[in-house]
């Protein structure tokens, strides 16, 4: 499984090629610093990748 068919799960197999780069933007109320890291620690198990980047920035809205 690759992490687009995570939130797109009807993305066909056969089009997702290995190298891409995938950019997930989620905005919270308040971060929970904890649970970001258990998930990106299984999201990197799920895919068997070395590291995942999973960074949190604070955003004022105008």
Do not use: C, G
């Not at 197999?13 to 904890?34: G, N, P, Y």
């Amino acid at each position: 499984m690759h992490l687009i068919q995570l939130f797109i799960p009807e993305a066909p197999q056969s089009t997702i090629k290995v190298e891409d780069v995938i950019v997930v933007e989620v905005m919270v109320d308040t971060l929970d610093s904890a649970w970001w890291r258990r998930y990106r620690r299984n999201l990197e198990q799920l895919l068997r990748q070395d590291e995942l980047l999973v960074r949190a920035i604070p955003v004022e809205a105008l």
